[in-house]
């Protein structure tokens, strides 16, 4: 994708997860955006994208849930996704669509449009692959300074063997984050599964899985963790069974704060793990705006 114009315009699928229980994501997400000078329309009438347990249950429903999005989706205006796991099923569907001629057919009897092969889905890491960083804002070059991070991925943006060919984007956080000021960590557990939706089904498993992520960013001595996942975010915070624990943020909450925009109290307070005394000790907490 070409670098990121003011003025662009881009459909915006949120997902569950950013409409309901990461809607501090969602907000930092569209202040960053209206930053850079992109306008996000959110596309009206939205419905889950298939993920959770509806695609390992019943994956042809799945499938019909991510084709109603597309459907709704405007020609000539590509769809922005910032859930790593809304953006695996849609791309999938997508895919599905471009190589069988059968579900172009059922597509277009459902819900009555020809299948759009010239929507680009893009997540919205791809926004920021471009150049974007305190480079091209050397206002704030060390408005991060100081702040030690673990980078945390997940594991849905590696993508399953249908879509290897396609852009991971692991790097990114720490690429532009340390543009910044921030320092990046290496650690061991960038990409580990949070456990996901088995959080609700089976959250006796899940423990040991966070408690290893969590403390692996201990061991590094990170300050926090960054995630680019709502539903790991989620994770991380109500799974954790260990003493000490970490202030989880998403990604797009520190770009605020990097992009002189603060970190908005409405969004503090809705994390588990309280992240106003690292704010504090950062000096990062006079950038706290209200709202």
Same mark, same amino acid.
């Given at each position: 994708?070409?670098?990121?114009?003011? &003025?662009?315009?881009? %459909?915006?699928?949120?997902?569950?997860?950013? /409409?309901?229980?990461?809607?501090?994501?969602?907000? =930092?997400?569209?202040?960053?955006?209206?930053?850079?000078?992109?306008?996000?329309?959110?596309?009206?009438?939205?419905? #889950?994208?298939?993920? =959770?347990?509806?695609? =390992?249950?019943?994956?042809?429903? !799945?499938?019909?849930?991510?084709?109603?999005?597309?459907?709704?989706?405007?020609?000539?205006?590509?769809?922005?996704?910032? #859930?790593?796991? #809304?953006?695996?099923?849609?791309?999938?569907?997508?895919?599905?669509?471009?190589?069988? !001629?059968?579900?172009?057919?059922?597509?277009?009897?459902?819900?009555?449009?020809?299948?759009?092969?010239?929507?680009?889905? $893009?997540?919205?890491?791809?926004?920021?692959?471009?150049?974007?960083? /305190?480079?091209?804002?050397?206002?704030?070059?060390?408005?991060?300074?100081?702040?030690?991070?673990?980078?945390?991925?997940?594991? +849905?943006?590696?993508?399953?063997?249908?879509?290897?060919?396609?852009?991971?984007?692991?790097?990114? +956080?720490?690429?532009?984050?340390? %543009?910044?000021?921030?320092?990046?960590?290496?650690?061991?557990?960038? =990409?580990? #599964?949070?456990?996901t939706f088995l959080s609700v089904a089976k959250p006796a498993v899940v423990t040991p899985m966070v408690n290893q992520i969590i403390q692996g960013a201990v061991d590094v001595k990170a300050d926090c963790i960054i995630t680019a996942c709502a539903m790991c975010h989620l994770n991380l915070e109500i799974r954790c069974?260990?003493?000490?624990?970490?202030? $989880?943020?998403?990604?797009?909450? $520190?770009?605020?704060?990097?992009? &002189?925009?603060? $970190?908005?109290?409405?969004?503090?307070?809705?994390?588990?793990?309280?992240?106003?005394?690292?704010?504090?000790?950062?000096?990062?907490?006079?950038?706290?705006? !209200?709202?």
């Amino acid at each position: 994708m070409a670098a990121v114009v003011e &003025g662009m315009e881009f %459909s915006y699928f949120p997902g569950c997860s950013l /409409a309901t229980s990461a809607k501090e994501n969602n907000r =930092s997400l569209f202040k960053v955006c209206q930053k850079l000078g992109v306008n996000l329309v959110e596309l009206e009438d939205w419905n #889950c994208c298939g993920s =959770s347990s509806t695609h =390992s249950i019943n994956s042809e429903l !799945a499938f019909h849930f991510a084709c109603r999005n597309l459907s709704l989706a405007p020609a000539g205006r590509p769809l922005l996704v910032a #859930c790593p796991s #809304c953006m695996l099923r849609l791309r999938q569907a997508q895919l599905h669509l471009q190589e069988d !001629a059968e579900a172009r057919r059922v597509y277009e009897r459902m819900w009555g449009r020809p299948v759009d092969s010239n929507l680009t889905i $893009i997540h919205f890491f791809e926004l920021l692959d471009n150049g974007f960083g /305190a480079g091209s804002n050397p206002d704030f070059q060390a408005s991060l300074k100081g702040l030690r991070f673990a980078p945390y991925y997940g594991c +849905m943006l590696t993508r399953p063997p249908a879509m290897r060919h396609e852009k991971q984007y692991h790097g990114l +956080m720490e690429k532009i984050l340390g %543009s910044f000021g921030a320092e990046p960590l290496v650690w061991g557990h960038p =990409s580990r #599964c949070c456990g996901t939706f088995l959080s609700v089904a089976k959250p006796a498993v899940v423990t040991p899985m966070v408690n290893q992520i969590i403390q692996g960013a201990v061991d590094v001595k990170a300050d926090c963790i960054i995630t680019a996942c709502a539903m790991c975010h989620l994770n991380l915070e109500i799974r954790c069974s260990l003493k000490t624990q970490l202030p $989880i943020f998403h990604f797009s909450e $520190i770009l605020s704060v990097a992009l &002189g925009m603060g $970190i908005r109290k409405s969004w503090l307070k809705r994390h588990l793990v309280d992240p106003l005394p690292l704010l504090k000790a950062k000096g990062f907490l006079e950038k706290t705006a !209200a709202g």
